[in-house]
C-alpha cells in the first residue's frame, strides 16, 4: 500500500485564520480524499480531490470553506479557511488506487482552534 | 448520506479471547463493505474488505459476516490481544462513495 505522509501533524490557530494541510503519497495514486474526524466520532468524508479540476464537495462542505487543490497524482492540499473553535477536528488525507475499492489513510492532521 | 451504525459503543474482552464487532447498514445498494482499525493518534488502518457478493471473508485472525438480508456485517478477531485494543469502523459504500459507522472501542483485557 501507498506511504502517505501529512503535514503539519498538529496545529492550533486562532480564529479567523487558515491553515492549509498538505498530504503527500509515495507513488501515484488515482484517487484522493480528504476526511474529517471531530473528537470522538466517526470520519465524514469532506470531498474528492480531483487531478487538475476542481474537487467534488460532499453535502455541508463547500469550496470557500475547504478550498481543495491536486496539482498532480501524489500531492493534494486541504485548506481549512476562516477558522472556528467549530473546525477543531482531526483532518485525515486517504487514497485509492482505483475506484471502487479500499482506502489507506494518512496520519492525520490534529486541528485546534482557539 | 447512507447510516452506517455499530450495536455496542464499547467491547472488552480477556486476552486470547475471540471478539465479535457488529456494524448495521441501511443502503442495500452498497457492495463493498471495508472494516478499519485506528489506533490512538493514528490514521484508519485497512484489515479486511468483502463485496456483497460474498458472505464471508477470512484474513489472518480476522473474519468478516455480511449477511444482506438483515444488512449487518460482523468482524470477528480470533485470540484477542492487546495490540487489537483500538476503534474499530465499518465502512459501506458504492463506486467512490464511502460511508463510516460510529466505531466500537475494543478494550483487551491482560
Keep these: 500500500s501507498a506511504v502517505i505522509s501529512q503535514k503539519p501533524s498538529r496545529d ?4 479567523g485564520t487558515s491553515l492549509t494541510i498538505q498530504c503527500q503519497v509515495d507513488s501515484q495514486v488515482t484517487m484522493m480524499f480528504w476526511y474529517r474526524q471531530q473528537p470522538g466520532q466517526s470520519l465524514t ?6 487531478q487538475g ?17 491536486r496539482p498532480n497524482l501524489t500531492f493534494s492540499t486541504l485548506t481549512v479557511s476562516n477558522m472556528s473553535p467549530e473546525d477543531s477536528s482531526i483532518y485525515l488525507c486517504s487514497v485509492s488506487e482505483v475506484a471502487g475499492v479500499e482506502q489507506y489513510f494518512g496520519p492525520g492532521t490534529r486541528l485546534t482552534v482557539t | ?56 471473508r477470512q484474513g489472518q485472525r480476522v473474519t468478516v459476516l455480511l449477511n444482506k438480508t438483515v444488512k449487518h456485517l460482523s468482524l470477528q478477531i480470533a485470540a484477542t490481544q492487546p495490540g ?6 465499518c465502512a ?17 483485557i491482560p
Excluded at chain 1, 468524508?45 to 480531483?50: K, M, P
Excluded at chain 2, 456494524?23 to 493518534?41: L, P, T, V
Design chain 2, 92 to 108: 459501506e459504500g458504492s463506486g467512490n462513495q464511502f460511508y463510516f459507522g460510529t466505531g466500537t472501542s475494543l478494550t483487551v
Design chain 1, 45 to 50: 468524508l469532506i470531498a474528492t480531490a480531483n
Design chain 1, 53 to 69: 479540476s476542481e474537487a467534488t464537495y460532499e453535502s455541508g462542505f463547500v469550496i470557500d470553506k475547504f478550498p481543495i487543490s
Design chain 1, 12 to 15: 492550533i490557530c486562532q480564529r
Design chain 2, 84 to 89: 487489537d485494543s483500538a476503534v474499530y469502523f
Design chain 2, 1 to 56: 448520506g447512507e447510516s452506517v451504525g455499530l450495536h455496542l459503543p464499547t467491547l472488552s474482552v480477556q486476552e486470547g479471547d475471540n471478539s465479535i464487532i457488529n456494524c448495521a447498514y441501511s443502503n442495500s445498494a452498497s457492495d463493498y463493505f471495508i472494516w478499519y482499525k485506528q489506533e490512538s493518534g493514528k490514521g484508519p488502518q485497512f484489515i479486511i474488505d468483502i463485496r456483497s457478493n460474498m458472505d464471508k
